[in-house]
């Protein structure tokens, strides 16, 4: 049972992973049809993994027979999954802003250069298991799809409040089994990097051409500085 529910938490996790994944690409030059369909499949994976954890796990926690130390073990995975939901709705209201803000079909601003670039397929193929996303033609992406989202907030949002009212577990008493930062060294950390092929060369490169702009303005002050300490001197 409790291998279930890591299990079940895991996988929760990577779907969430991934999904703020993609909403860091909603309003940049990245973003598209495709873009948007991938969050809107994504959370759906995340949605239907929440529920499950939620299944599981009150219905152990309100199980009065388990033993202490399991009851322990439970409310920490409870604790990380009542994270993981927060976390969640809060990137869900950050893709129906920027889904308001940046329409598709009838844009009225310009998309953001982030420094983000590449594909965003493999980074919603990695959260729902499979090889290729299939894509759907004719979706109203700026109306019915923001509504499904807005929809899915408030789903959420009742999700949690649930869970706080169904089972009693405070979040300040439940102590970590791990010091903090272990799970980066984990070896499955170091594959965080093959998410997707999304990367940030693009602030690099803007990142030298403002230390450039910098030398060069510096250099210019200094002459100025210089010619203008001589012309004191040869009048005074």
């Known amino acids: 049972m409790k291998d279930e529910c890591k299990t079940l938490l895991d996988a929760l996790n990577k779907v969430s992973a991934c999904y703020r994944h993609l909403v860091t690409c909603a309003g940049g030059t990245s973003d598209s049809q495709n873009l948007r369909e991938e969050l809107k499949k994504t959370r759906q994976k995340a949605q239907v993994l929440a529920n499950a954890n939620k299944n599981k796990l009150t219905t152990i926690l309100k199980d009065r ?11 920490r995975l409870w604790v990380l999954f009542s994270t ?11 893709a129906l802003d920027l889904g308001q803000v940046f329409p598709l079909s009838v844009p009225t601003k310009q998309l953001i250069q982030t420094g983000m670039i590449g594909r965003t397929s493999a980074v919603a193929a990695r ?14 992406i700026d109306t019915v799809d923001l509504n499904e989202l807005e929809q899915d907030i408030n789903e959420v949002r009742g999700m949690i409040y649930e869970m706080e009212t169904k089972v009693n577990v405070l979040q300040w008493t439940v102590e970590a089994k791990q010091e903090p930062g272990t799970e980066l060294k984990s070896p499955a950390s170091a594959g965080a990097s093959s998410l997707g092929m999304i990367s940030v060369h693009g602030y690099k490169k803007l990142f030298d051409t403002s230390k450039i702009c910098a030398g060069v303005m ?3 002050v200094l002459l100025f500085a210089i010619a203008l300490a001589a012309c004191v001197v040869k009048f005074a």
């Not at 388990?66 to 322990?72: E, G, K, L, N, T």
């Not at 993981?84 to 950050?94: G, V, W």
């Open 65 to 75: 027979t388990i033993s202490q130390d399991d009851r322990a073990e439970f409310e």
């Open 218 to 220: 510096f250099t210019a």
């Open 84 to 94: 993981c939901m927060e976390i969640l709705e809060m990137d869900m209201r950050r």
């Open 127 to 140: 959260a729902m298991n499979v090889q290729n996303v299939k894509y759907e033609e004719g979706n109203d």
